[in-house]
Structure formats: C-alpha cells, structure tokens
C-alpha cells in the first residue's frame, strides 16, 4: 500500500524558515517524479514544485522560486520541501504527490504550516 | 501562471448528471493531454479520478468522465449519488518543462 507521510509544519514567524518532509513507502520511490501541493483551507491547490526521480532536477512555481528547495533521498525514500524567508500568504496545508505520467495518483493527508507573529 | 477556471458551484439531484468546466488556454489544457479531476472529500487529501483527458483510474467509478473540446476541459458525473458530494478540481500541465503544472480553482458540487 503506498502511504506518503508529512511531517514538520507548524507555526513560524514571517521571515522565518521551515523544512518540511515527507516519508514515502509502499512502492519504489526512487524510480518517480515528487511533487508539493498546497491548499488554504476552503480554497483550491496550488502547485509548487517538482523533482525528478534521480534528484538531478527541480522546477518550481513562480510563487516559491527562489525561497523554496525541494530534495530527496532515494536511500531513506524521504522528500523534503526547504522553505525560508515565509510570508504570511504560505500559510496553507502542504501536500506532497507522487506522480504517474503527468498525473498525482497518491496524496499525502498534508501538514499544516502556519505564518504569523 | 493563472489558475484554471472553475465555475464555483455545481448541484442536481440523486440519478441526474452534472458537468464541470474547466478552461485554460492553448498552452495548457488545450495543448496537451495532460489533463487530470481530483475529488476532494471535506478534510481528505483529493484522490484522482479522472487522468490524461479521459481515462479513468482502477476503481473510480465509471459514472465519472473526461472530455475536452478545445480549450476547455468537461468533468461529467452521471447517475449523480449522495456520496460524489465533494469538491473537484482539474489540473493540467502548463505546457513547459519548467513550468510546472496548473490547478483550476475547484468546484463544489452539491446533491440535493
């Protein structure tokens, strides 16, 4: 059964940084695009960004370039979203995604991340 | 990289059919066939029920299809059920490697 686990969102300044991961099982993890997704509660998803199966590529949404940096690790099957400089409108439930030719057919439940002072 | 556009709001009744819009523009929808639904119970992570235009995933029920004409893609829920009452959401590669994919801005539909 594949399952994708977040981990890490909380509340955090504006200004401030958060590392976000995710644990992924249940099918060979190295061998798939990944993806995080947001949504603010009652509104829709937000791509964010993507990386490729080997970790040699990364894109990202205009919204995060430059202030967010998406990894893996195919050993340990973890995906992680590095976010730094956070404004109050990254506040959101943050999904990650493993795709299948261009489709997102497994969804973590998400992680909360919450900016404020 | 503008969000798909979703009418707000659909609704009918148990057995009727409903369809949901959703159009972009030639270098998204239009452009490729890349176009998947995602139904989005209240508190759950969305599930994809509709893949590359109009196939349907193992498992999803076939009261759900995929359509596109132009640069609008069409979400149809036939023989509509208490259960299919959720949030939908379309999404489509945005046309360029790097840039990424692209959302619609989701639509709730209602069984009355």
């Known amino acids: 059964e594949v399952q994708l686990v977040e981990s890490g969102g909380g509340l955090v300044q504006p200004g401030g940084s958060l590392r976000l991961s995710c644990a992924a099982s249940?099918?060979?993890?190295?061998?798939?695009?990944m993806h995080w997704v947001r949504q603010v509660p009652g509104k829709g998803l937000v791509w964010l960004s993507g990386?490729?199966?080997?970790?040699?590529?990364?894109i990202y949404a205009d919204s995060v370039k430059g202030r967010f940096t998406m990894s893996r690790d195919n050993t340990g099957n973890t995906l992680y979203l590095q976010m730094d400089n956070l404004r109050a409108d990254d506040s959101a439930l943050y999904y990650c995604?493993?795709?299948?030719?261009?489709?997102?057919?497994?969804w973590g439940q998400g992680t909360l991340v919450t900016v404020s002072s | 990289q503008s969000a798909l556009t979703q009418p707000r709001s659909v609704s009918g009744s148990p057995g009727q059919s409903v369809t949901i819009s959703c159009t972009g523009t030639?270098?998204?929808?239009?452009?490729?066939?890349?176009v998947s639904w995602y139904q989005q119970h209240p508190g759950e992570a969305p599930k994809l029920i509709i893949c590359?235009?109009?196939e349907r995933p193992s498992g999803v029920p076939d009261r759900f299809s995929g359509s596109r004409s132009g640069n609008t893609a069409f979400l149809t829920i036939s023989g509509l059920q208490p259960e299919d009452e959720a949030d939908y959401h379309c999404?489509?590669?945005?046309?360029?490697?790097?840039?990424?994919?692209?959302f619609g801005s989701g639509t709730t539909v209602t069984v009355l």
């Open positions: 995604i493993k795709e299948l030719s261009q489709d997102f057919d497994y």
């Open positions: 249940g099918f060979t993890f190295r061998n798939y695009w």
């Open positions: 990386i490729k199966s080997d970790g040699s590529d990364t």
């Open positions: 030639s270098s998204d929808v239009g452009g490729r066939n890349f």
């Open positions: 590359d235009v109009t």
């Open positions: 999404c489509s590669h945005a046309g360029t490697y790097t840039s990424g994919y692209v």
